[in-house]
Structure formats: C-alpha cells, structure tokens
C-alpha cells in the first residue's frame, strides 16, 4: 500500500520522503548514550537516595506493588512432613518517585539497572516457610528502573512451603496448598499488593503431580494487618501408576481367589491356591508401603484401606476353605446338628420354589416322561430329601456355596467403598 502511494508521488515529494527516512536513520545513530552518560545519571539519581524510605514523596501516600509469579518446576509434594518444594521467581512491579528523570536529558536513556543493595525494595519473608525464616534477597541482583520510576524486581529461589495434604483419597487426590509472602515491618496502610497471574509457559513436567491451576493474589496476614501476597496452586496427582501396579493387580487376586470354592475336594489343590493369593496380596503390600502416603491424618488412604480389605478376604477365605475340607472329610457315622439340617433344607426349599412344576409332572399319571440327566439328578435329590439322608458331603458344598456368594458380596461392596470414598 505504501509502495503504491510512493509510486504515485512527484519527484519533489519522493525526494522529501527520502530526506526524511535518511534524516530518522541519523537521529536512531545519534541516540546512543555513552559510559560518561550513564555514570552521570547514576550519579544523580543516588545521591542522597536512602533504601530506608518508602519511595514516595508525600509519606501518606500508599505504595501499590503489582505482583506476578512464573512457575519454572515442581520439585516434591511430601505427604509425611506436608511440605510442597518449587522453584520459580517472582515479579514485583512499583513507582520509585526518586528515581525519575527525563531522557531527554541525559542523551536518551529510557532504562537503568540497579544493584539491589541501594534500591528500596519490600522485604518479602516466606510466612509459612517449612525452614528458616529469611529475607528472600538475591545477592549481585540488578533491578531495572524505568524514565518514570517503574522499578522491576525478580527475586527466585526454590521455595519449600507447608501445606495441610489431605491422602484420604489417594490416588485420585488433589490438593490446594498456599504460599503466603508478607512484608517484613509493614501495614497495609502503606502498602498494598495488587492481583497477578502465575505464568507455567517455562514450568518443566512433574512425574508425579499435574498443575491444574494456580492463582496470586494481594492478601493482608493476621491481626497485624501485615500486607503480602498469597499464591494458591492445585495440583492433581497422575494416578495412572497406581492403577496399573496395584490397584487392578491387588483387585484380580482378590476377585480370583473366591473362585477356590467352585475347585471340587478332591483336586487337594483348595488350600494350597487359596494360601498363595493370600501371600500374594501380602507381597503387594510389602511393595505399597514405599508409594502409599505414611500418614493417616485427617483419615487413612482409600488404597490403603482397600488393600487391607483384600488381605482380610484372602484370609478369611484360607479359614473357609479349611473349614470346608474338614466338613468334606468327616465320617458319615457322625451325627449331623439339627440346625445344620434346617440350614440346608431351607435351601433345598428355595430351590424348589425356583422350580415350581418339577413335583407336578413326576406325579401325572399314565404319562410317559423321559428323564433327561439333570432330571435324574434332581430326582435323586429329592429321593435323598424324602429319606431325610444328608451326608457331610452335601453340607460342605452347602458352605461352598454360601461362602462363594458371602464372600463376593463383600468383594463387591469393599470396592464400591473405595470408589466413592475417592469421587
């Protein structure tokens, strides 16, 4: 577009253009300040500058101090000792009113560096600091001071706060912890922190945690009124590694080792696969105790107690198995308790309420009616009912049965437990 109003120019006016682009170049060449100019200035803003003063020239008046934090890595959330360690720096923003001069001059200097040792600065102090208390200062820092007195300050450090970490809902937890700032000997009628944003555009990824937020804001501390700024983060841990290395595994033995009572009696391989499920669970356990979170504040870990749940059921299922093979193995010269008898046959009646017309057809006379195999076998349990002969087998594969269902009733309730203690 430029080009096209050039070409419709005259001579005269093009070569007014030219001059004037030429004439711009040699003022940009022209602008360069020297040592000489620097050290003049330097001079003349520090003298007589007192760091001790806020810098206002009316004392009355309140310093605002804008506030942003960049996030460069997460370095350990510690369940144990509820501390949160990062690194970052931080950018505070203000008018220094002692420090304003005019560019024009001083051959054109729009921007100065400062050592940090003879600029006033708020002294920021880590209020919830999981070590010493200090100052946060960076020695040999500079701090950059603009023609109208904006000076910029980037403290960094790595920064290990407290933080109350609540582990009930371990692995699928998120936590919000703070870091609180405060200036060290001020109020807030002085000072005064204005809202910013946390930049993570440099912030590495973490193999443990994922930032899902993360907000600073001016904040007044205690009953002193001190001023700071409080930057609030929430981070989510990645579950997927705990889900794959002991949530389903410890799941599935649990899951398979109910199916020891469908084994019939006879293999003698019931006891034997029951106790290594058992002893697998405990094995997984031993592994968990290095990634589970050692604490029970404010409530033991979801997974935790899932994982107990599952030994509990292995066990409990080794001591049914036992008792089962016993029960199996019994001598039929042996007297069955009466209340074993009733136990049984209210089920044997459960089963012939599931089968209403089974009694109907074998008593419809001259009717021909073929008996399949499975008929058979119900006859012969009704034959066995009649004659009121129940033998210790028969009250063995009665506990089989009522402990399979027991015990995958809890199996099924145990984990819903823990899927809703961790939505």
């Known amino acids: 577009m430029y080009w096209s109003i050039f070409v419709t120019m005259n001579n005269v006016h093009r070569q007014l253009v030219l001059n004037l682009i030429c004439l711009s170049f040699l003022v940009?060449?022209?602008?360069?300040y020297s040592y000489t100019d620097v050290d003049i200035l330097y001079k003349n803003l520090t003298s007589g500058y007192n760091k001790q003063i806020r810098?206002?020239?009316?004392?009355s008046e309140i310093t605002y101090i804008d506030t942003s934090f960049n996030l460069i890595t997460v370095q350990d959330i510690s369940e144990v000792q509820g501390t949160v360690t990062l690194s970052g720096f931080f950018r505070f923003s203000w008018i220094d009113k002692n420090l304003v001069w005019n560019p024009a001059d001083h051959n054109n200097i729009y921007s100065m560096d400062f050592p940090e040792n003879i600029l006033w600065k708020p002294p920021m102090v880590n209020g919830n600091s999981a070590k010493n208390i200090k100052i946060m200062t960076v020695e040999n820092m500079m701090l950059s001071v603009?023609?109208?007195?904006q000076v910029y300050y980037f403290p960094g450090d790595s920064f290990t706060f407290t933080c109350d970490i609540d582990s009930s809902k371990f692995p699928f937890d998120t936590q919000i912890c703070t870091m609180d700032l405060l200036t060290w000997g001020y109020s807030n009628s002085t000072l005064v922190f204005n809202d910013g944003l946390v930049a993570t555009d440099l912030m590495g990824t973490n193999s443990g945690w994922e930032l899902l937020s993360a907000t600073?804001?001016?904040?007044?501390f205690g009953q002193l009124t001190i001023p700071g700024v409080q930057v609030k983060f929430n981070f989510k841990r990645r579950s997927y590694f705990f889900i794959m290395n002991l949530l389903l595994p410890v799941?599935?033995?649990g899951f398979l080792n109910i199916f020891v009572f469908i084994l019939p009696q006879e293999s003698g391989e019931r006891i034997g696969f029951s106790i290594t499920a058992l002893l697998a669970v405990v094995v997984f356990i031993t592994i968990a105790e290095d990634i589970l979170p050692a604490t029970a504040t404010p409530k033991l870990a979801a997974l935790y107690e899932l994982l107990i749940q599952?030994?509990?059921l292995s066990g409990c299922i080794v001591i049914s198995v036992i008792i089962s093979s016993r029960i199996y193995y019994k001598k039929d010269q042996q007297a069955i308790p009466e209340w074993i008898r009733k136990c049984v046959e209210f089920k044997c009646c459960c089963c012939k309420q599931k089968h209403p017309n089974f009694n109907r057809h074998l008593s419809e006379p001259n009717s021909v009616h073929v008996l399949k195999p499975t008929d058979k076998s119900k006859v012969d349990l009704q034959n066995d009912e009649n004659t009121n002969e129940l033998t210790w087998e028969t009250v063995s594969k009665f506990w089989d049965t009522v402990s399979l269902c027991f015990y995958l009733l809890w199996f099924i309730v145990g984990n819903m437990k823990f899927f809703f203690d961790t939505l």
């Open 310 to 312: 599952d030994m509990a």
């Open 216 to 220: 600073i804001t001016g904040n007044v």
């Open 146 to 149: 603009q023609e109208d007195g």
């Open 28 to 32: 940009k060449l022209c602008s360069t």
């Open 55 to 59: 810098p206002v020239i009316d004392q």
């Open 251 to 253: 799941n599935f033995l």
